[in-house]
């Protein structure tokens, strides 16, 4: 009789609980020396490996493969699929788990046949765009404060479209060579939308739903309008309302944080400073010195 080590337990180092996600979970884990197994779940998981390379033996749905796991290897284990995992060294996984309707959905929205779309589990991928995702992901789950529901949704789409990619093992057809946009009215609804909510958390949901769009179609149509991505146009609005403030009025930059939509003020300036490399202090002491002048009698 095989006698099986003893199972060991990882230790959470980050998760995306209480982050208010949607269809999308993460944790960053690490995992000791030893055997681990993982029950079947409802949801398409991945597994991304996060340190130096350890010898590792996987047993998932009859299969097995003993492999050197490095840095960027990713493992894919479908809804429903448990499978185990030995390493001979301790290390680190970002685990992402996706909701299968987000899936079938994003399928659907692309206009796949979400019966022929069956993901099978695959050891040691490498995947650049899955990799990136998943980077954001790690980064997202390490920044102090969250970032807009838009772009979780945003990285889950995406996630998912990768995953119909490398299910299919072809690449998902662009919709027309020709990079079709919103229309003018609903670029219109959109931006003054976005404008009048800058203070508030913005869902990409209610906004396709205000384009009468599905929130796959948003992301490409919203892109090829704009140049930007959803997300980001909405944080470039946010900072250019705050500098207006700042230049303008005599707020404080608490204040002036919350209107702009930031979470509070140190995330302002930490993305004030990406935005312009200043801090607001150093923009209010700018705006205060010029202030005079233009109240000066010509």
Known sequence: MTILPPQISPQILLT??????SGLSAEFVHIPRG????????????????S???NADCRCDGRRMRRVQKWGDIDVIPAGVDGSWEDDADCRILRVCLDPSRLDQVAGELGRDVGKIELQPKFQL??????????????????????????????ANALAIRLIETASGASVTPESRTEPKLSPRQLRMLTEFIETHLEQKLHL?????????????????????????VHQYVIR????????????????ASEI???AGFA????????LRRFTGQTPGEILRQASEFRPKLQRPV
């Open 205 to 229: 949901a209610d906004l396709a739903a205000l384009a009468g769009v599905s929130v796959t179609r948003l992301k490409t149509l919203f892109r090829n309008s704009t140049g930007v991505p």
């Open 264 to 271: 509070h003020q140190s995330h302002m300036t930490t993305t």
């Open 237 to 252: 609005r946010r900072v250019e309302y705050a500098l207006a403030l700042m230049t303008t009025t005599s707020m404080p």
């Open 35 to 50: 055997r681990s197994h993982i029950q079947g779940s409802d949801m398409h998981r991945l597994g991304i490996h996060f």
């Open 52 to 54: 130096p390379p350890v």
């Open 257 to 259: 944080a919350l209107a």
């Open 126 to 155: 490498r995947d650049a765009g899955i990799e990136a995702i998943c980077r954001a992901i790690k980064a997202d789950l390490e920044a102090d404060t969250p970032s807009d529901p838009l772009y979780i949704d945003l990285l």
């Open 16 to 21: 995306s609980a209480g982050r208010a996600w």
